[in-house]
Structure formats: structure tokens, C-alpha cells
């Protein structure tokens, strides 16, 4: 943690190392999913972050998801 | 609304995307703080200083402060070159819209397309039925519902009453039972519980509600029951009556005969006994002196046996002389009245389609013919056709691709379609496959292909669904182009080309009016 302490709540499998030096919190996999991490070590649950390094980074929370024919052109690959 | 993408790529998988269901979308600041309070339903990643997102009333914009183009779009696009500032904007209409013969909007303000006869058409909204006619005339107005029938006379109910009108409109006889259909333009059938009765304009009763079908065979009214049959002229003078056998009408010649179980009684046109022969055949048509009896065999009017055809379960006769007819086994085969087979007994044909003027054509298991039988020709070169050549021009398809040919089976217009609807009214409807427009017989177009499907759906009446309508906004919500066209391209060169009701427009990205520079206004016309 930022604050020097242990993180002993949950077990993380892999975190953004980087995103602390930019923003003020970093994006991480733990053992249940995706989530973001403050300078606090408290952890919100999220279903997709997106990648990269943007100045506002999108995410979302979403009861289910589903893998669908791309019918649509994305603006943005 | 599902115009833009709403999936998140997956790395790999080129044509797949994730979905998330009932998902909240939104942002994060760099101090980890929601960008929005209320989250949408989807939202694209930041571009510059603007992202693209989905509320629950469509599309909009927004920077890291605010919505800056509201949510109420289809679709939002961002304009390759300008992505952080231009953003092209569709809103979906809905509805059917009318057009001339010019593709001009007719404003039927409210109502909708119900029918038509191919002359008069009739328009409806939730409590008024309106007839127009062919110059797009108010025949009629603020009627609760018409029926149309044969000659385009038309039926309404008024003050418990069938009125009838003609095709100008004009009340010709009114009735208090409904007509089933018109026998002639001053007698139609009526229906009770199955059975069936003939009544004059008059209201006189002409056949009494007795019979299970009525039909006009030539020049004779047949009435069939289950009691008795009975013989008319077309002037519905009783010819005969029977109770056994069955009353068989050429209506070629207008002679008929009774078919009895041994015995078969000839009349001529003029209703005179011309003969009598015995047989144990039964017989199903006549038709052009011929007598087809339900084995096969077609028999002379002396009752001699001349050929022995194959047994069949259906016969179609056409106009100039020729019938198909269906045998056992389900193959189709065609005849002239020589009884000479014109197809190939061999092939498995479909049921034939009449083209008129004496063309025919069959699919079968090995391709596609068509039988042109006034010029002795046959083609086998095309994947189908279709129409009637009324109409002077029929549609040919080859290699996926349509075009219209003329009674030499010649490429008139030496032009390929997508998609064709045949010629009505002296005009077809035609798409590119990139937008539908209507040709006259010149093969001209009157507008741009730009439309969505057009039909034909009155006389020189067409109708095509509200097409969307695009528009551009600038990234500080500023409206460059207003939401009006339908179509926007952004040409290499910088320039704006945008489409309403055919005219182009082009405009610079200020939203500058470059050419033609006039008002733009819509050209919709009113009903007279």
C-alpha cells in the first residue's frame, strides 16, 4: 500500500505497477476478478477497466456478460 | 439505437466482442473518483477530451464535466480527421412516408397506407378511413371502414346500410346485406351460413341464398348447391335446373353440357340440344370443345376418345389457348390445344407461370426454361423472370443481378439492379443495392437511389419507410449540420455532401452552404 502497510485481505495475482505514479489508484486482477485499488487499499469489483493509459479510464459493473458476433465497427480498436 | 458498437473487442478473436448485460458504465478521474453520478449504458473510452456514451433515450457526448450532446441520438459517430471535434449524428424516424411520381413527399398527415385497387387507395388513422384517388384526390372522407371489390367498386357501411360507389366515388346502389363480391357491374353474391345468392344493384333478389358457389363461366351463371344446380344466362335467365349429374360450361364457346353417370347431354351457346353420348367416364372440365374426364382421356364433343393424357389432380387453362396440368406424381406439364405437350414430359416441372403473350415459364430439377410460343423460341439462360408483359417489360435475373427485358427478351435499359419490383402504372421500383428508387419505361431514374425499399402501393403511389436522418455537431454541442439529411458523406477533399429527398448539398466544416446555395427547405406537397 501507499501507506507502507501489508495487504493481507486478498490475494492479488497481478497489478498495473505503474498506475500509481500517474493516478491515484491502480488497476489490479485478485484472486475473484478485475478490480481498482485506491491509496487507501480499498478495493471496488469491476467487470471490464480498460487498458492503456488515459486520462479518464472507463470502466463497468454488469450482473452478466456474453460473448457476441461483432455486427457493429468499433471507432476505437 | 444498436447502430454503434457496444461490445468490448476481445484480443484474438477479430468478429467477436464481449457483451455486458445490464451493465453500468463510467468513468474514472485520476484521483479514482467517478466521473458521473449517474452511470450509462454504455460508454466508449475518452478520445481527446470527449467520449461517446449510451443513456436510456440513446446517444450523446460527453467531456469530463458534462453531457455535451445530449442522449437522444440513434447513433453517434466520430468524423475520421475531426474524431475529437465533429461528430455525425442519426436519428431514426419512424413510419411509412408517400411519394409521387417525381419521389415528392404526398403529406397523408397521421394516416397510413391500408389498401387499394390499383386505382383508388385507401388511407387510415385510428378512427378515419380516407379514399384517394389516382391524382391524389379526396374521394371520400371520415368513412369507418370500405371494403373494395371487383370493377374498383368500393362498399361502405352508412346508416346501417351497404352503400356501393363506384370508382369516381359515385353512390351507384346501397343494400342491407353486405356484398360477398360482384358477379357483373349490376349483380353481386351475398353470403349467409355457407350458401350463397345473387342480388341486383336494384335490390332484387336475382339467385336465391341456396347454393354453394357462384361463378360466371363465359357468357353462363353457374350456381351449384347441394340440392340442385341451376344454368343461367348472363342476362340471369333460368336456362335449366338439375338435380342429378353436374352442369359442365366451355367457356371458350359458351356451349355446355349435363354430365350424367352413363351419359353425357351436349347443348349449344344458344341453349339448344346438339347431342347425347353414353359413357362411363367421369368428367371434370371442358374447356374449348374438349371434354377432360378425371382418367385422363380427352374426348371429342361426339364423346370419341382423341388422346389419352397423363391422369392428373389439377388443370390451369390460360387465355390464347393453353393448359397445364399436374399430373400424379407432381410434375407440371403444358399443352397447347393441339393436345401437343410443349414442355418435356421428361423434366420435373414446377407449376408454369404465365407471362402473357404467350411466354411461359417452369423451374425443374435441372434449371430454369421459357417457353416464348408465339416466336418458337426457348431460353434457358436465365435464372428466373418474372411479371406480366401488360406491363410491356418483364424482369430477367442472371448471375444475381436483375434487368428488364422487352417481348424480344432484349436488354432494354442495358442496366443491372440489386433488387427490382415490376413495372405498374408505367413505373417500376429499382434499388442498387445501396438505395431504392423508381424508373419510368424510358429506364430513367427520377431521383438518387437513396431511399429505403420503395412499393408501388397505389396507382402511381409509392411508399417507403422515413429514412434516418443525419446531421453534425461539434464537440461544444454546436449544431454545423442540422439533423435533416439523409445521407452525409465526407468527401476526400474536405467537403460535406449531403442528401435530402434526392437534391445534394455539399457544405464546408463550418457548416457553410457551399452549393447549391438556396433554402432547404422539405418539398412535401399537401392533398388537395
Redesign the interface.
Known amino acids: 500500500m501507499t501507506t507502507g502497510d501489508k495487504n493481507t485481505k486478498f490475494k492479488v495475482v497481478s497489478i498495473d505497477s505503474s498506475d500509481f505514479q500517474q493516478y491515484d489508484y491502480a488497476r489490479i486482477v485478485h484472486e475473484n476478478g478485475l478490480g481498482i485499488i485506491d491509496k487507501n487499499g480499498k478495493i471496488v469489483n469491476v467487470d471490464f477497466i480498460e487498458n492503456g493509459n488515459n486520462e479518464f479510464m472507463r470502466y463497468c459493473q454488469a450482473p452478466k456478460s456474453e460473448i457476441q458476433l461483432q455486427t457493429t465497427k468499433n471507432q476505437y480498436p | 439505437m444498436?447502430?454503434?458498437?457496444?461490445?468490448?473487442?476481445?484480443p484474438g478473436y477479430?468478429?467477436?466482442?464481449?457483451?455486458?448485460?445490464?451493465?453500468?458504465?463510467?468513468?474514472?478521474?485520476?484521483?479514482?473518483d467517478s466521473?458521473f453520478s449517474t452511470p450509462f449504458e454504455f460508454?466508449?473510452?475518452?478520445?481527446k477530451k470527449t467520449?461517446v456514451v449510451k443513456g436510456k433515450d440513446g446517444w450523446g457526448v460527453v467531456n469530463?464535466n458534462k453531457i455535451i450532446i445530449p442522449l437522444k441520438y440513434s447513433s453517434i459517430?466520430?468524423i475520421p480527421l475531426f474524431?475529437d471535434t465533429l461528430f455525425k449524428v442519426q436519428i431514426t424516424q419512424k413510419g411509412a412516408i408517400y411519394l409521387d411520381t417525381n419521389l415528392s413527399n404526398l403529406s397523408y398527415t397521421g394516416m397510413k397506407f391500408d389498401k387499394g385497387n390499383g386505382i383508388n387507395s385507401v388511407f387510415s388513422s385510428k378512427d378515419n378511413y380516407r379514399l384517394i384517388g389516382t391524382k391524389g384526390n379526396v374521394l371520400m372522407d371520415n368513412i369507418t371502414n370500405i371494403k373494395l371489390k371487383k370493377f374498383n367498386y368500393m362498399i361502405v357501411k352508412e346508416n346501417k346500410q351497404f352503400s356501393i360507389y363506384d370508382v369516381f366515388g359515385r353512390k351507384i346502389g346501397e343494400s342491407k346485406i353486405c356484398p360477398t363480391d360482384f358477379i357483373d357491374k349490376e349483380h353481386f353474391t351475398y353470403e349467409d351460413k355457407g350458401r350463397k345468392g345473387v342480388i341486383g344493384l336494384n335490390s332484387d333478389t336475382i339467385i336465391p341464398i341456396d347454393y354453394d358457389e357462384i361463378n360466371l363461366i363465359g357468357t353462363k351463371i353457374l350456381a351449384v348447391g347441394k340440392k340442385n344446380s341451376r344454368l343461367y344466362s348472363a342476362n340471369y335467365e333460368l336456362i335449366k335446373e338439375i338435380v342429378t349429374g353436374k352442369f359442365l360450361v366451355d367457356s371458350i364457346t359458351g356451349t355446355w353440357a349435363i354430365s350424367n353417370p352413363s351419359t353425357m347431354v351436349m347443348y349449344n351457346a344458344e341453349n339448344k340440344k346438339i347431342g347425347k353420348w353414353k359413357t362411363t367416364e367421369k368428367f371434370s372440365h371442358y374447356y374449348a370443345n374438349y371434354f377432360f374426364s378425371e382418367k385422363g382421356g380427352i374426348y371429342s364433343l361426339k364423346g370419341k376418345q382423341i388422346k389419352t393424357i397423363v391422369k392428373f389432380d389439377e388443370v390451369i387453362f390460360y387465355p390464347e389457348h393453353f393448359f397445364s396440368l399436374q399430373d400424379q406424381s407432381k410434375k407440371w406439364h403444358l399443352y397447347s390445344l393441339d393436345l401437343r405437350e410443349i414442355s418435356d414430359p421428361q423434366l420435373e416441372n414446377r407449376k408454369f407461370e404465365y407471362h402473357g403473350d404467350q411466354v411461359f415459364s417452369v423451374h425443374n430439377k435441372g434449371g430454369f426454361t421459357v417457353y416464348d410460343l408465339k416466336n418458337d423460341q426457348q431460353y434457358q439462360d436465365f435464372t428466373s423472370i418474372r411479371g406480366d408483359f401488360t406491363s410491356e417489360f418483364i424482369v430477367a435475373e442472371k448471375s444475381n443481378k436483375y434487368f428488364f427485358v422487352d417481348r424480344n427478351f432484349t436488354d432494354t435499359f442495358k442496366r443491372r439492379y440489386q433488387q427490382v419490383v415490376e413495372f405498374k402504372n408505367n413505373f417500376a421500383c429499382v434499388s442498387d443495392g445501396k438505395g431504392w428508387t423508381i424508373i419510368g419505361k424510358d429506364g430513367y431514374t427520377k431521383k438518387m437511389p437513396s431511399y429505403p425499399e420503395i412499393k408501388q402501393v397505389g396507382y402511381q403511389l409509392f411508399e417507403t419507410s422515413k429514412k434516418p436522418l443525419y446531421g453534425i455537431i461539434d464537440s461544444n454541442g454546436k449544431t454545423i449540420i442540422d439533423p435533416i439529411f439523409e445521407k452525409l458523406t465526407i468527401l476526400n477533399y474536405g467537403v460535406i455532401q449531403a442528401i435530402k429527398e434526392g437534391e445534394i448539398y455539399y457544405f464546408d466544416f463550418s457548416g457553410n452552404n457551399l452549393y447549391p446555395s438556396k433554402n432547404i427547405a422539405s418539398s412535401s406537397q399537401s392533398l388537395k
Open positions: 444498436n447502430d454503434c458498437f457496444t461490445g468490448v473487442n476481445m477479430k468478429n467477436k466482442t464481449v457483451k455486458f448485460i445490464d451493465a453500468k458504465w463510467n468513468f474514472l478521474n485520476q484521483n479514482g466521473l460508454a466508449q473510452n475518452f478520445y467520449a469530463s459517430e466520430r474524431m
